[in-house]
């Protein structure tokens, strides 16, 4: 492999891990926004 065929897939291998962590974090959000949600919808009756 040359030097920029591993540079790229360096990069490339950033982009994801970061596109990951940040579908991570919306799931984590919305999954806690739902349990409020629903936590407050079985209190209030």
Partial sequence: MSVV???I???LGILA???IVGVLKFV???VIVA???IF???RGG
């Fill in 35 to 37: 349990a409020v949600i």
């Fill in 28 to 30: 984590v959000v919305a």
């Fill in 40 to 42: 407050l919808t079985s």
């Fill in 17 to 19: 891990l970061k596109l």
């Fill in 9 to 11: 897939a360096i990069v």
């Fill in 5 to 7: 065929a591993i540079l």
